[in-house]
């Protein structure tokens, strides 16, 4: 019997460990009173209706929302890929949906807030990944977070500025995928299915863009230091994220709560993800500083009423590129941008990218 085997027949026994500290559906609450839409999409359950809060999150809020369509394109790690294999912002968060929906069913949690944070965990990203993270912090002065700027997003500027009323076990969800805590055992501040989602959304990433390096003719010392430490996880993609999704269900069942830092895939993993990050610097597009500036300096200079930093984080990959490499470079090709269809929701407002505004 396979390692892998082995690990399937110890979930079933480990099945609904977790149930007893799962978000029940009761507890959900929203910003504002229930609007129209919550009151349209009452889901079908069993015999009878009742409404599943974060399951509309996830089918009716999030999926639609504009800022899910501009994730696919956007840079996970490679800009503008030739290959349209090489995974992008939204194909990950594809994965992350997948994991997150699978360890919490395995577990005894609500899958559909696993479902609805997995979703909108990176929906707060910039054009160009990272580099674009660090360009709006050096030009504003200002720490950019993508999984703060996810809150403002998703409250202040969706759905022609009205905000998607999202329940604030997902908004709290996605506001604390990413930043500290950096110990994989230290996750008792936020809901078990944010825990999940939070550790999932690692191994998703680590893993995939590992596997889209391999794409590329992309090579350095790193790499060839890093290939035994992966290699350690399993033989290909499949099975070293089966090797980790295992191991993160049986260590918690085992914990009681959601950890993924005793075992030893978590310890490997754990190296691993702190190799990725000698790696990552350098993939990211050469030129993203200049070509962000330029398209920076047009929306200062033809919208002043709306802020520049705020306006470029909406953008998507292709857009800002596209405006560079037109000659003409000018404000009518900014509002053939998806921008300018936000354009008239954001003038004259101000929002803070540093505050997720959960304080309700």
């Known amino acids: 019997m396979g390692v892998i085997d082995m690990n399937a027949k110890k979930l079933r026994e480990i099945y609904g460990s977790l149930k007893h500290i799962r978000t029940e559906d009761k507890q959900a609450r929203r910003r504002f ?12 359950d069993g015999d009878s209706f009742c409404e599943r809060p974060f399951a509309i999150d996830h089918d009716n809020k999030l999926m639609p929302s504009k800022a899910l369509r ?22 990950h968060t594809n994965e992350v949906v997948g994991l997150a929906t699978c360890v919490g069913g395995i577990l005894g949690l609500n899958t559909d807030l696993c479902r609805a944070i997995a979703l909108g965990h990176d929906l707060g990203h910039t054009p160009f990944g ?5 360009f709006i912090s050096k030009v504003t002065g200002k720490h950019f977070e993508h999984n703060i700027f996810a809150s403002v997003l998703l409250q202040s500027i969706e759905r022609s500025g009205r ?8 908004l709290t969800g996605i506001v604390n995928h990413s930043g500290v805590p950096e110990n994989m055992d230290e996750l008792n501040t936020v809901s078990p299915e944010a825990s999940v989602v939070r550790l999932v959304d690692k191994i998703a990433y680590i893993l995939a863009d590992w596997n889209d390096i391999a794409r590329t003719s992309f090579h350095c010392p790193e790499i060839v230091a890093l290939r035994p430490m992966i290699e350690e996880l399993g033989r290909d993609q499949r099975n070293r994220e089966a090797m980790l999704i295992h191991s993160l269900c049986l260590e918690s069942a085992k914990c009681g709560k959601i950890t993924f830092a005793q075992c030893n895939a978590g310890k490997i993993f754990s190296s691993i ?32 009423d709306v802020q520049p930093e ?16 037109n000659q003409t470079f000018s404000v009518a090709n900014l509002y053939q941008t998806s921008l300018g269809e936000i354009i008239p929701f954001i003038r004259g407002r101000r929002f803070d990218f540093t505050n997720p505004d959960l304080n309700w």
């Open 130 to 134: 990272h580099s674009g993270e660090k």
């Open 273 to 304: 993800r702190s190799q990725m990050k000698k790696l990552y610097p350098l993939m990211n597009c050469g030129n993203s500083g200049d070509l962000l500036g330029r398209v920076y300096e047009l929306i200062e200079r033809k919208v002043p």
């Open 310 to 325: 705020i306006a470029l984080a909406l953008m998507t990959d292709h857009e800002v590129l596209c405006l560079v490499r």
């Open 70 to 91: 501009r994730a696919g394109d956007k840079t996970q790690v490679f800009t503008d890929p030739m290959n349209l294999h090489i995974r992008n912002r939204a194909s």
């Open 33 to 44: 009173r229930q609007e129209e839409d919550e009151n349209i999409f009452v889901i079908l």
């Open 163 to 170: 905000g998607l009323n999202l329940t604030h076990q997902v």
